[in-house]
């Protein structure tokens, strides 16, 4: 089981900006797929964003493009998000995960490893 541990998140009002991190000690972070996903309302994880990964650019939900961020730092072993010009549809908990393998638009059965989670509020 890898360890991960977010820290972020928060109130912001809508058009703000938050940043989301997430530390995996221990990892071997070169050769580590992560992803960000959210939970809305209680339903299911979805995917929002995969940072770049041995070449692969980085991808993103569509509803999040060129809004949000991530990005990856082999020698802090973090992987963070940036959120800008947040809406209230973006409001939820957001997990930072460890992929089984990559994927650039992962499910929830593509996860080793969850965060904590860590919650977004965007108020109107």
């Known amino acids: 089981q890898v360890q991960l541990l977010e820290s972020g998140g928060g109130l912001v009002q809508t058009g703000g900006s938050l940043r989301l991190s997430c530390k995996a000690p221990g990892l071997n972070f070169a050769n580590a797929a992560m992803a960000w996903f959210r939970q809305v309302s209680g339903g299911a994880r979805e995917f929002v964003a995969v940072?770049?990964?041995?070449?692969?650019?980085?991808s993103y939900t569509q509803s999040v493009k060129g809004r949000f961020t991530t990005s990856m730092d082999n020698a802090k072993n973090t992987v963070d998000l940036q959120m800008d010009m947040l809406r209230p549809e973006d409001t939820g908990v957001y997990y930072c995960?460890?992929?089984?393998?990559?994927?650039?638009?992962?499910?929830?059965?593509?996860?080793?490893?969850w965060g904590q989670g860590t919650q977004v509020t965007v108020s109107t």
């Open positions: 940072p770049r990964w041995k070449g692969r650019d980085s």
């Open positions: 995960a460890f992929l089984k393998g990559y994927s650039a638009t992962p499910t929830e059965a593509h996860v080793g490893s």
